[in-house]
């Protein structure tokens, strides 16, 4: 029991580690997902030195993003955020059952680290900014694909929508009960550009 749930928090690390391209799937461990409680997770987001910003509400998950079929009570979730140098801030939610403590749904939250001021220039046309979230987006789908297959379903509105903010989002789902949710919003016109990640077991 010691030996898996030490295997466990190793996956967990490798999840929550600001190498997230390579995500928690290199270890199928991964299954013991289900059985990961609130407390493991704090202690490892501290041994990281992230930022505890966990809110003093209640807040939720809309089941667009996690369907709760099984009609969980969840907690606020604890909320952590760290630098992904030289591009993002990671922000991520552990959203867990208020009855035992375990974790029912990760989302992460990639947005662009604000730069100094001398790339003002560079960040007025959005260019770099633009780059970097593709790359990540499809790093993201790339590890993803290997690991749940293709997706179930994909909608890829960049391009097409003009003028408004746009969404890119794919569904992933492992025989096994496993389900990743990623997209990505985005609007040209400002630069604006946000990933998402939900991870979360029926």
């Known amino acids: 029991m010691k030996y898996t749930k030490y295997i466990v928090i190793l ?15 290199e270890s199928k461990e991964f299954n013991e997902f289900g059985k990961l409680d609130i407390k493991t997770l704090i202690q490892l987001e501290r041994q990281k030195q992230s930022k505890d910003i966990t809110p003093d509400h209640l807040i939720g998950i809309g089941e667009g993003i996690y369907p ?93 929508i003009k003028d408004e903010t746009f969404r890119d989002d794919l569904k992933f789902k492992r025989a096994d009960g496993m389900n990743a949710y990623l997209f990505m919003f985005g609007d040209d016109n400002n630069g604006y550009r946000q990933i998402r990640l939900a991870i979360y077991k029926d």
Do not use: M
């Open 68 to 160: 709760n079929k099984n009609n969980y009570i969840l907690a606020t979730p604890k909320t952590f955020e760290i630098k992904e140098k030289p591009n993002f801030k990671l922000e991520t939610e552990y959203f867990y059952a208020v009855n035992d403590s375990l974790v029912k749904v990760i989302l992460y939250q990639w947005d662009y680290l604000q730069k100094t001021d001398t790339d003002f220039f560079e960040e007025e046309n959005h260019t770099k900014k633009f780059k970097a979230f593709q790359t990540k987006f499809n790093n993201l789908t790339s590890k993803l694909t290997k690991e749940f297959g293709e997706p179930i379903s994909k909608n890829i509105e960049q391009g097409k």
């Open 11 to 25: 996956t967990l690390f490798a999840l929550s580690s600001c190498v997230t391209n390579r995500l928690i799937f």
